[in-house]
């Protein structure tokens, strides 16, 4: 009887070790968080939450392997053999440990040393585990030295055992994906989808299939599903905000990218992503902060110097754009300059009131990609800066030339650099010279009147022009023109005093040439209404009163 009752407990005592080992191995072997850093490629906040792990738990071999992971995804594969190799000497039958050791073994080359590794992780296993016949194909191709083939066999292993674990169909996808079989790998996710509805990992992966296949609709679903599971998912809101930029969505990418910075440990990387996509949403004072530290970081990197000097101009900090346009020039090497910056280099010479440097940096840009016709329109205003029409107006016509469905503003520029550049000569000897460029005001503001019927301007300078041609009003051409600008101008006459005051003075003076004093009155009055002390035309004025 006692020696029953002894046996009964040394079995009880036996059970109780057994239960804790096993409870300790399955401890040991679970750490959903740290797995899910390495899935996120969170690899710098991975390395450092492993290494406390191990300064807590010395004796944890799945730590170390997790360790020697993460260092394998960093590239540094000496360290991650260390870390591999001091899990093997806690436990020289750890199946991660041996799997990380033979992915050591791919990437030096010693592809039959690897294989052989992997055989015995696989019979540790006993034969019988999903996870470890699909982290086995993961190890074949996650090294330079890629084993599709054997990476299938083990895959269909895993398959044997149990179809429905996502885990396999997420290798497979990846493995797909590495093949570029890009319509094979998007099925392997959709399959672990369907096994797993709540597989994050795979509806991440099939985005940026989706993404990669510029499939906009269908990859923004798939990143949208996956946040929609766990909304900390870190990649999913990196590659939405770069799939929303790369589609011109600013606004979204914007917002995206914020939600990734507030989840991770920004690189100099990221600060550079987020500072170009604020800087394309026009968040400049935002970009501009992100690039200044950025350059903290990095002060030569060209990138950011460049973006300095674009934010500093759309923040209307002139000076210190131009003293940072300089530098970023002075130091970056040609073959990294690019036709932007030159058109900024020549916006921020015009505010600093250096035109004639100005049009020399829009030429620059041109040159470099002559589909910046609209430059012509910066060079045009810069010689209207330099009281230079002519020159101006060539620009001006280069801008119409080139532009499909011009605007009513390249015509109204046009024809005001034409009549200022009409009105500079005076000399009879340059009036067939002034006849034309009167003659191309004419046109183009005719052009302006047909494109903006509503607007008073082209009427009001063709007015003005006509007035130029029939210097003595004769034949009062300007007349007609002054009367149709006028019926819009009233609908306004606050804000458009001076030019009322101006149609009104022309036509007054015309009735009152032709002796019709009683509309000559009217429109003395109507001048008068406008401006009580008006000292126009004084001889006029007297005889009508």
């Not at 099939?206 to 990649?235: C, M």
């Not at 045009?380 to 280069?398: C, R």
Request: hydrophobic share 35%.
């Amino acid at each position: 009887m006692k020696t029953t009752t002894k046996n009964n407990k040394l079995k009880i005592f036996n059970v109780l070790v057994i239960l804790i080992l096993c409870i300790g191995f399955v401890n040991a072997q679970q750490d959903p968080y740290g797995e899910k850093l390495l899935k996120m490629n969170q690899f710098r906040t991975a390395k450092s939450y492993f290494l406390k792990k191990i300064a807590d738990k010395p004796n944890d071999t799945y730590t170390y392997y997790y360790l020697g992971e993460t260092y394998f995804e960093l590239k540094k594969i000496d360290s991650a053999d260390f870390y591999y190799q001091k899990g093997l000497v806690l436990n020289p039958n750890d199946i991660y440990c041996n799997i990380g050791n033979a992915k050591i073994q791919l990437e030096k080359g010693n592809i039959d040393g690897g294989k052989k590794t992997l055989e015995r992780a696989h019979y540790l296993s006993k034969y019988k585990d999903v996870k470890i016949d699909a982290l086995i194909a993961d190890a074949l191709i996650s090294t330079t030295n890629k084993q599709y083939e054997l990476a299938i066999e083990y895959l269909q292993k895993a398959i044997e055992l149990d179809k429905t674990k996502s885990i396999i169909h997420i290798v497979s996808g990846d493995l797909n994906s590495f093949k570029n079989n890009i319509g094979e790998a998007a099925n392997d996710y959709e399959r672990a989808i369907y096994y797993d509805k709540l597989c994050v990992e795979a509806y991440y992966k099939l985005g940026k299939i989706y993404f990669g296949a510029r499939n906009f609709k269908e990859s923004n679903k798939a990143f949208e599903n996956a946040l929609s599971i766990d909304s900390t998912y870190i990649p999913a809101w990196r590659d939405l905000a770069e799939m929303d930029y790369n589609y011109g969505l600013y606004q979204k990418a914007s917002e995206a990218f914020m939600k990734y910075i507030q989840l991770t440990e920004p690189d100099l990387n990221d600060h550079i992503r987020y500072a170009t996509i604020l800087f394309f949403n026009k968040e400049y004072a935002k970009s501009l902060a992100e690039t200044e530290s950025a350059l903290v970081k990095d002060p030569d990197n060209f990138v950011m110097k460049r973006l300095k000097a674009y934010n500093l101009f759309e923040t209307k900090d002139y000076i210190r754009s131009l003293t940072a346009i300089n530098d970023y020039l002075k130091t970056t090497g040609e073959g990294k300059k690019i036709a932007m910056d030159y058109e900024y280099y020549g916006k921020i010479l015009s505010k600093n009131s250096q035109d004639s440097l100005a049009i020399g940096a829009y030429e620059s840009a041109i040159n470099m990609d002559s589909t910046k016709v609209n430059l012509y329109e910066n060079i045009g205003n810069s010689y209207e800066k330099l009281k230079k029409f002519d020159k101006a107006v060539f620009n001006y016509e280069k801008l119409i030339s080139y532009k499909l469905n011009p605007l009513s503003s390249d015509y109204f520029f046009l024809g005001k650099s034409s009549y200022f550049a009409a009105g500079m000569l005076t000399n009879a000897a340059d009036s067939l010279i002034k006849s034309q460029f009167l003659q191309k005001a004419d046109t183009s503001f005719s052009k302006v009147a047909e494109l903006s019927p509503s607007s008073y301007i082209g009427f009001f300078w063709k007015a003005r022009t006509n007035s130029m041609i029939d210097l003595n009003s004769a034949l009062a051409s300007a007349k007609p023109w002054y009367e149709k600008a006028i019926v819009i101008l009233e609908n306004n006459p606050e804000k458009y005093k001076k030019e009322l005051l101006e149609a009104y003075e022309y036509i007054c003076i015309y009735y009152y040439n032709v002796k019709d004093f009683e509309q000559a009155k009217v429109f003395l009055n109507k001048i008068l209404a406008i401006d009580a002390n008006y000292q126009g035309d004084i001889k006029t004025r007297k005889e009508l009163k």
